[in-house]
């Protein structure tokens, strides 16, 4: 029985999670399709939130909320430069230091293997 009330327990801190993370509750279109279509994006934006948090987070931030991920990681002021070859964005190192937010990029290139050789 405590075994069944912990599973049920976890799976409403999941669904808390998406309302106040994700805002999945917010459907204010007028018609049923636009709110079906708004709901399955923010499906797709809480399972992108938690594929980055398991798969690609360093061990000293894996535990943090899906709000502290849209709030340190996804929500950053940028500033693009633009010159001839390249451009380049300039963040702010208020919420995430750069080594930090180097080793996620890392850990996302990790996840698909190399191309091969032509």
Same mark, same amino acid.
């Given at each position: ?25 917010? #459907?204010?279109?007028?018609? $049923? ?10 499906? #797709?934006?809480?399972? #992108?939130?938690? $594929?980055? !948090?398991? #798969?690609?987070? @360093? ?10 991920? !849209? ?13 001839? !070859?390249?451009?380049? $964005? ?10 930090? $937010? ?9 996840? !698909?293997?190399? @191309?091969?050789?032509?």
């Amino acid at each position: 029985m405590v075994a069944f009330y912990n599973q049920r327990g976890t799976a409403e801190q999941w669904i808390k999670e998406g309302k106040n993370a994700m805002k999945w509750t917010r #459907l204010s279109c007028c018609s $049923f399709a636009g709110n079906a279509v708004r709901l399955q994006l923010h499906a #797709l934006a809480y399972n #992108l939130a938690n $594929f980055m !948090r398991t #798969l690609a987070l @360093p061990e000293a931030v894996a535990k943090w909320s899906l709000t502290s991920l !849209r709030e340190k990681l996804v929500k950053i002021g940028a500033k693009i430069v633009t010159h001839a !070859r390249y451009v380049t $964005f300039q963040m702010a190192e208020v919420a995430v230091p750069r080594g930090l $937010f180097e080793e996620i990029l890392r850990l996302i290139a990790e996840l !698909r293997p190399p @191309p091969s050789p032509a």
